[in-house]
């Protein structure tokens, strides 16, 4: 082929490698170099996104109701499915990138009455055809169609990261959910036990009113104490009812009773939890980590290769019609020689006059991508907050749990105290009454901080991106 043939296919080649897509920048992070609240102490052998959950909840029972929420929850169904829709939505866009090649054949016959002929006979006339070509296939100059494609791919990547995010959250909830149950079964459990202790107490008092030795006062007193309890015990059966149908959506099927918790694991546990170290420079670690930043980004990428598309709306196209094939008049000479036939339609398109709608449409993509951006930056600063917070409350419960169990034996003794007092005559029925209510206010406490910390180990290994994995080092 002489050289000045080549060039035109050489101009065309170099023009379909144009790409009008922005160059695409990381924005800087919107938040401190630094958590709140971090101590700076050396790094974890292993990064905290890289734990695997049954590394960090080791009960039996939560592993098994976690592993299964993984295979029943339909909200994480729902996230997988919309990775495969995702995938073949780019599919779909990244096909156009090809010309659709399409084979055909057909016949077509008529007759033509001989009061209508010019030859004033009848005629009849019949022809085949078979053919291979495509139509209407868009030669990318621009980039164009490479930019829709490119912004399919990354909303591809997005739900992929949806999809992990609604896993780590869902290992989040289901352990949260569980421990809420545990707590709720310890503190149905002290209601009853306090309703037992202070029935009898009402019992030995109404037989010291029925001798003269009790006056009415003091077992009324007793009464409401009996009450009280009797109300608490009725709360929380129903608040443990609720613990558990909570607990089965996020499951998405029966828990079997023998997985549900009975109580509380001891606090000093939580103590061992690989979580309590804070590996230090966390945060540019942190955007490598959380899926909820990535799919931000991916989003914004998404929304960065749109105005390619946005912008090569501004310059010509060309699109190709093209056929080969053979027809004849009679169905055996169709592939005989001398029966070759072909089509050849170039067409171009180029914009003069749309009354500002590609202006309109490329400001539209601009400031979609402003808004990404700005979405992006929220879900670091987000991330932040939620791991500052975490950590607050994680320097603080051990204190507080020490505090409050210090509370308990306390107002423990204080009862016991009060008690004997009152049933040598020291001390009326009141201060018994008032140290039996500090005693139970403090235990119910206690049961809370313990929640607390629990749960705030979950929620802290949630927020630095963990929950990925099954077991350290392997993927689900």
Request: charged share 20%; hydrophobic share 40%; net charge neutral.
């Amino acid at each position: 082929m002489k050289p000045f043939r080549l060039a035109p296919l050489a101009l065309a080649a170099l023009m379909a490698g144009c790409s009008l897509i922005p160059t695409y920048q990381q924005p800087a992070a919107p938040v401190a170099g630094k958590f709140a609240g971090d101590t700076g102490n050396a790094p974890a052998s292993t990064p905290v996104a890289d734990l695997g959950w049954r590394n960090v909840f080791t009960d039996p029972s939560l592993q098994r109701v976690i592993e299964m929420s993984l295979a029943n929850n339909r909200d994480l169904r729902v996230a997988v499915l919309n990775i495969e829709k995702a995938r073949a939505q780019y599919r779909v866009q990244d096909a156009a990138l090809f010309p659709t090649v399409n084979a055909s054949a057909g016949g077509s016959g008529s007759r033509t009455p001989a009061d209508l002929s010019s030859t004033g006979e009848a005629l009849t006339a019949r022809q085949y055809s078979a053919s291979v070509g495509f139509s209407s296939y868009e030669i990318d100059l621009f980039g164009r169609v490479r930019s829709l494609s490119a912004q399919a791919l990354e909303q591809f990547f997005s739900t992929a990261e949806a999809r992990r995010s609604t896993q780590i959250t869902l290992v989040a909830e289901v352990a949260t959910s569980y421990l809420t149950l545990a707590a709720d079964q310890d503190q149905l459990k002290l209601a009853r036990d306090t309703l037992r202790s202070q029935s009898d107490s009402y019992s030995l008092n109404q037989r010291s009113f029925e001798l003269g030795a009790a006056s009415a006062l003091t077992l009324s007193q007793a009464q409401t104490s009996v009450d009280t309890a009797r109300v608490d015990v009725e709360r929380y059966t129903s608040q443990v009812a609720q613990d558990r149908n909570a607990l089965v959506l996020l499951v998405g099927a029966d828990v079997p009773d023998e997985l549900l918790p009975q109580s509380l694991p001891d606090g000093t546990a939580a103590a061992a939890s690989p979580l309590a170290t804070i590996p230090p420079g966390l945060p540019s670690e942190l955007l490598q980590r959380r899926p909820d930043i990535l799919q931000a980004e991916r989003d914004l990428k998404a929304a960065n290769a749109y105005i390619g598309a946005a912008r090569a709306a501004f310059y010509p196209s060309i699109s190709l019609t093209a056929s080969a094939g053979t027809s004849s008049s009679q169905l055996s000479g169709l592939f005989k020689g001398g029966s070759g036939s072909w089509s050849f339609a170039p067409q171009i398109s180029l914009p003069i006059f749309d009354g500002g709608a590609n202006r309109a449409n490329l400001k539209i993509a601009t400031v979609s991508r402003d808004i990404s951006v700005a979405q992006y930056e929220k879900a670091i600063q987000t991330a932040f907050r939620e791991v500052s917070d975490a950590l607050a409350q994680r320097n603080t419960l051990g204190r507080q749990l020490d505090a409050q169990q210090s509370l308990v034996n306390a107002t423990a003794e204080s009862y016991r105290l009060s008690d004997a007092r009152f049933r040598r005559g020291v001390d009326s029925y009141l201060s018994v009454l008032d140290s039996q209510r500090s005693l139970y206010t403090a235990q119910q406490n206690l049961i809370t901080t313990r929640l607390s910390r629990l749960t705030n180990l979950v929620t802290f290994y949630k927020t630095l991106g963990g929950g990925w994995t099954e077991n350290t080092g392997t993927p689900i």
